[in-house]
């Protein structure tokens, strides 16, 4: 019998240097954070993570991640260290974290 792999969800928020209009899609935010994250910590654990982007709001820049339990702590060091978005200087912001996205 195998376990059920537990999850987790992270809400950010992403700041800019500027106040301009700069909107990031959740593409180019996904290939960032897996860039950061398989840098920081190699192949191996990269497969753990099953990071996925399960909402993004491009007015707000808030959004939700969810990952695997095992790699939490290294998702919100990525989100942390992570400087830049297509060319952009940004700076992520970890509001939440729950294992119940209901409770974000």
Request: aromatic letters at 10%; a positive charge; glycine letters at 8%.
């Amino acid at each position: 019998m195998t376990k059920r792999e537990r999850q987790r969800y992270v809400k950010f928020k992403i700041y800019t240097a500027t106040r301009n209009s700069t909107t990031f899609n959740g593409k180019a935010i996904t290939r960032s954070i897996w860039r950061k994250f398989t840098k920081l910590y190699g192949e191996i654990e990269s497969s753990k993570a099953g990071f996925w982007l399960m909402e993004y709001d491009p007015a707000e820049r808030v959004g939700t991640i969810r990952c695997s339990h095992l790699v939490l702590a290294g998702l919100v060091t990525t989100l942390t260290l992570l400087r830049e978005l297509d060319g952009t200087p940004v700076s992520f912001d970890t509001l939440s974290t729950s294992g119940i996205l209901g409770k974000l």
